[in-house]
């Protein structure tokens, strides 16, 4: 079928709620000792239909899929935690619960035995987000049967818009199978509660992120935009004064500005001129001061100094200048 991308069989895989947890025993450990893991019935294809990369060694065959060899994948997890080394492959496991069961549930030949690791997994989260991962054993499907299966079955298309030709194909093969319990797997895990629950929290997250990024950024436009305006009167004092050419007319500002300090008996300012002007940071300080004097001479600040000679008058501007306003 063309819409189909690949389609691969799982008889108690399918997530959210997949595996049957028991007991397995390792080769060489303490008699006894039988930790826990999460059996899984799949064949090769699964892992390419949920996206499950291989990490290490190799998958089974489609002739040892058929033929129900006893092999064993496992995951990172149940990987690090036995086998901290990093040589799972090519270990053994025993899981004493797949023995043959007829009629209803037929074992391959020595399944109940020993089966070899071939493949390490990467880990998926089977079990919610939130929850630890727990180490899973991946054997083939058919090294013990089961009456129901479950196909898995990835494509281009919405999934439950060909269903009706995949119920098709299945009778063209077997007309004694029956499909039921159809669904989208993706809607299935994402709706539920753990997953939807974890997405709105995600969710809401963002929203606040959103809304706080809308904040500062109004801070900070708030910010610049009132120190823009509170010296519009200043940059257009220190653009007459920047102008090419009009040297002279500059250092005429700065000599007039810088007499007011002198013109005023008890201005601070004076002080500063003399006892600092001389120092390291005498650049700077001068700087500072002229930026007041600017605003002393064209009536920017008030004059404090009580000469009276700014009170009552209009700010004294230059010829020439141009005095930004708004």
Not at 1 to 18: F, H, L, Q
Not at 191 to 219: D, H, P
Request: aromatic letters at 8%; charged letters at 20%; proline letters at 7%.
């Amino acid at each position: 079928m063309p819409e189909v991308i690949d389609a691969g069989i799982s008889t108690n895989a399918t997530p959210p709620e997949n595996g049957w947890d028991t007991r397995f025993e390792l080769f060489g450990s303490a008699s006894g000792q039988q930790p826990e893991a999460r059996v899984n019935f799949i064949s090769p294809e699964y892992l390419t239909v949920l996206h499950i990369p291989l990490a290490q060694g190799r998958l089974f065959d489609h002739t040892e899929t058929m033929r129900g060899a006893p092999l064993a994948l496992i995951n990172q997890t149940m990987a690090r935690q036995y086998w901290p080394n990093g040589n799972a492959i090519g270990q053994q496991v025993k899981i004493a619960v797949l023995k043959d069961e007829p009629p209803y549930s037929p074992a391959a030949s020595g399944s109940d035995g020993w089966l070899q690791i071939v493949g390490v997994v990467s880990d998926v989260r089977d079990d919610g987000l939130r929850n630890p991962i727990k180490p899973p054993i991946y054997v083939p499907y058919t090294i013990k049967m089961r009456m129901f299966t479950q196909i898995l079955v990835r494509t281009r298309v919405p999934p439950l818009s060909i269903l009706h030709d995949i119920r098709a194909r299945l009778v063209r093969l077997d007309r004694e199978q029956q499909v039921m319990q159809v669904r989208d797997l993706e809607a299935w895990i994402t709706g539920l509660q753990e997953y939807s629950q974890q997405r709105f929290i995600a969710t809401l997250f963002g929203v606040f992120s959103v809304l706080a990024l809308v904040l500062a950024a109004v801070g900070l436009y708030s910010v610049v935009s009132y120190g823009v305006a509170t010296r519009t009167d200043e940059f257009g004092i220190r653009r007459h004064a920047a102008i090419p050419g009009y040297a002279n007319r500059s250092a005429d500002v700065y000599r007039r500005a810088a007499s007011i300090c002198y013109r005023c008996p008890g201005c601070m300012l004076r002080s500063c001129v003399a006892g600092n002007a001389r120092g390291p940071a005498g650049g700077a300080e001068i700087r500072v001061i002229s930026d007041t004097c600017f605003k002393l001479e064209f009536g920017l600040l008030q004059d404090t100094s009580g000469s009276g000679q700014n009170r009552g008058q209009e700010p004294r501007v230059p010829t020439g200048f141009h005095v930004g306003t708004r």
